[in-house]
């Protein structure tokens, strides 16, 4: 019985060391992450095959470090965060003969010997990103040699970057990746947020580069020169090139597609590519690209580009007819235009690429295209009608055009979000291959009793997948309103079937109160209807009494008030004709000594013998500046008695008269006095030429013209309309008078 409980200890002994990690070490599945300077004492469990290793100590490194313990033999990957040493020795990677992928990552590395990688002939992918410090050349050495045979990957993202010195991507530099004694079939090469002093795309081709490279990536890198550029061949395996916030050459920056018919021959390098991301080139140049208003001609470039890229470049108009090659025109099938200002788009720029399926067009301003240019934002994408995903949101706009998805009947992503929407009556009755619609942040306060059906409608037709709508964030009202109430309600009806986003994303607002639809905003509305209602019912009776109540109120005071305004003009006539008017003049007539010759020979004369037949009395009724002002008193004492003698004043307005000092005085002692004035325009005169009494004069009320005719000219309105007004407005003042008299004599009192 002993031996066997011994034989079953050392067994289960045996099984727990060999599956245990170290205490340095945390071990999940088959990776284990440890925190160590120096690793070589480190006891791996036989499953592990990736190791994280962190906070290590470079100047550690040695030759024996993984090839004295052979358990390194069975790791495949290997990721190294250093924080000391300033080179990385000799042979160091020494055992681990099954390592596939290495990262190594000191910001201190200044240097490495040459055969820093021997040993590493199974390694397939290496990331030296964020070696900031590190010598290029130092680097390069040890890429001429003819370790790494089997590299496919390679990741330099910010190599040497903590220096002002820059990297020159030159034939030597591109020799040492493709191996000098060794041709390496490199596929992935990052060298992002690099300074380079020169780039040269010759040297990529002439050491075979060209022949197994599918992806570059060079990312926030900066290009002091490119050589090379105008390559007269293709670049054969390069399929994916991003160059994205990187600061190109001024001479680079120039190949806008403003010169669109040098660019077959320039870019033949990049005929073979399938993806091409130029992200945030524009934040560099001085004037936005990709503008310009005229026509390009693309048919004998023959691009392979399915995917394009160009957010984030300030791109402002794209009113543009581009004919692509029939290879591109068949391969296109991915645009971004994201996060660029854009204004306007020619449906002729996006027509070309009729296989295009996903379309990106968010975080734009395509508002002020929708607004000034809505036919045109209705084709916009009429004959992309393939398209599976269109975004359009975060752009402001307010209307989409009734049919501007007629014919994209493929769509199965739309999103509309974030958008300045306060209706949903465009048409998408014939998406039936939606499966996901964002309406979510717009300006839409309720769903038209249409819209709701053609949703549900969509919903039912979309058997093979399920629609969802998101309608979330929406500043819908809760009320009495039978749209606001029945949107209440549809939505809650749907959550479980279409309408989707988080319950708590959908409020409403009722009286100021923001409640959650789901909860107890359907209950709270009933409620306060049925007391609206109520107060309704209430209203509605008392209103009626009270309108015919008033009604006979305003009767009675409007002929109470023509009776009185009958009395007051009979009993001015009345003064006037027995001389009793306590003024001296009925209206002190201004006008400026240019227009006297029409004023005093026509208008005077007239304006006087028209209110003396309507007054009945011989007296003169209008007083004027040339034939009532005493000689020899000053002219600002005369103007203010005339003035004052008057009941009304008359202003013919001419340009001459805005200009004239004394007459500008008596237009503001005339307002200063509070009296009546009627404005006569002599001319056409425009508001800014006049003062700022005046103008505001002219703004408020209604004004009598001379007009010029064959016969000497007219009245408009008629004479009778004009002497009229100023009969009414005069009694209007003495009531005004009498009024304030009584008011002043009942407070002194």
């Known amino acids: 019985m002993y031996p066997t409980v011994a034989l079953s200890l050392t067994v289960c002994m045996f099984i727990a060391c060999s599956s245990a990690c170290s205490t340095s070490c945390v071990c999940i599945k088959h990776k284990a992450t440890c925190r160590t300077p120096d690793p070589s004492g480190l006891v791996l469990s036989e499953h592990i095959r990736e190791v994280v290793l962190q906070d290590l100590n470079a100047s550690l490194l040695t030759n024996n470090t993984f090839s004295a313990n052979s358990q390194w033999s069975q790791i495949e990957t290997l990721e190294i965060w250093a924080n000391g040493g300033e080179s990385l020795g000799s042979r160091v990677f020494t055992g681990l003969s099954g390592l596939t992928y290495l990262g190594y990552h000191n910001e201190h590395m200044f240097y490495m010997e040459y055969d820093a990688f021997y040993g590493l002939d199974h390694l397939k992918e290496l990331d030296f990103s964020t070696n900031i410090r590190l010598q290029t050349m130092s680097f390069l050495i040890s890429m001429y040699s003819k370790n790494l045979p089997r590299l496919n990957k390679l990741t330099l993202t910010g190599l040497h970057s903590y220096y002002v010195e820059t990297i020159n991507a030159d034939y030597n530099f591109f020799q040492s990746i493709a191996g000098l004694d060794i041709q390496r079939n490199i596929t992935y090469l990052d060298i992002s947020n690099v300074t380079f002093g020169e780039f040269n795309f010759q040297a990529f081709i002439q050491n075979g580069l060209c022949d197994s490279v599918h992806k570059v990536y060079l990312r926030y890198a900066t290009f002091l020169n490119i050589q090379g550029y105008v390559a007269e061949e293709t670049c054969s395996s390069l399929e994916v090139l991003d160059i994205s916030d990187s600061l190109l050459p001024n001479i680079m920056l120039d190949f806008t597609i403003s010169k669109i018919d040098f660019l077959c021959r320039l870019t033949m390098f990049y005929f073979n590519i399938e993806e091409l991301y130029i992200n945030g080139l524009g934040k560099y140049m001085m004037t936005p690209p990709l503008q310009d208003d005229r026509d390009g001609d693309l048919s004998s470039c023959p691009y392979k580009m399915r995917k394009l890229s160009l957010e984030n470049n300030l791109i402002k108009r794209l009113n543009y007819t581009v004919k692509l090659h029939n290879d591109t025109q068949k391969t296109m099938e991915w645009i971004s235009l994201a996060g660029n200002i854009l204004e306007f788009i020619s449906p002729l720029f996006l027509s070309p690429s009729f296989n295009l399926k996903y379309l990106d067009l968010s975080s734009n301003q395509l508002h002020k295209m929708q607004e000034h240019y809505e036919d045109m934002f209705e084709l916009l994408i009429q004959n992309n009608t393939k398209l599976n995903v269109l975004k359009l949101n975060r752009n402001g706009i307010a209307r989409i055009p009734s049919n501007m998805f007629l014919t994209n009947t493929e769509l199965e992503v739309l999103d509309l979000s974030d958008n300045n929407l306060s209706s949903l009556d465009f048409n998408i009755g014939r998406l039936t291959n939606l499966k996901v619609l964002n309406l979510s942040y717009n300006a839409i306060s309720y769903i038209d009793a249409q819209t709701r059906d053609t949703m549900e409608q969509l ?124 003024k001296k003049f009925l209206a002190f007539l201004s006008f400026s000594s240019d227009d006297a010759e029409l004023v005093v020979n026509t208008i005077l004369p007239r304006l006087n013998s028209e209110l003396q037949l309507k007054t009945g009395t011989s007296r003169v009724l209008v007083c004027s500046g040339d034939r009532h002002f005493r000689p020899g008193y000053a002219l600002g004492e005369e103007i203010i008695r005339c003035i004052e003698d008057s009941a009304v004043t008359i202003l013919a307005v001419s340009k001459n008269f805005c200009q004239k000092e004394w007459c500008r005085k008596e237009v503001q002692e005339t307002y200063d006095q509070n009296k009546p004035i009627v404005l006569l325009l002599l001319e056409r005169v425009e508001p800014d030429e006049m003062g700022k009494v005046l103008r505001k004069l002219f703004s408020r009320y209604a004004h009598a013209s001379w007009i010029s005719d ?37 407070f002194s009192s």
């Open 459 to 582: 919903a039912a037709a979309t058997n093979s997948h399920k629609l969802r709508i998101d309608l979330s964030n929406m500043p819908y009202i809760c009320s009495c309103d039978d749209n606001h109430m029945e949107t209440i309600q549809w939505i809650h009806r749907n959550l479980d079937t279409f309408i989707t986003s988080p319950r708590e994303d959908y409020m409403c607002t009722l009286q100021d109160e923001r409640l959650y639809i789901f909860q107890n905003a359907l209950e709270k509305t009933k409620s306060y209807c049925r007391v609206q209602r109520v107060k309704r019912d209430l209203a509605i009776s008392l209103s009626i009494v009270c309108v015919f109540l008033l009604i006979g109120i305003a009767v009675f005071l409007k002929i109470q008030g023509i009776r009185r305004r009958q009395r007051e003009r009979k009993n001015l006539l009345s003064q006037i004709e027995v001389g009793e008017f306590p």
């Open 710 to 746: 064959s016969n000497g000219g007219h009245m408009e309105p008629d004479w009778s309309i004009l002497c009229d007004a100023l009969l009414d407005l005069t009694v209007e003042q003495s009531e005004k008078n009498t009024f304030k008299l009584k008011w002043l004599n009942w």
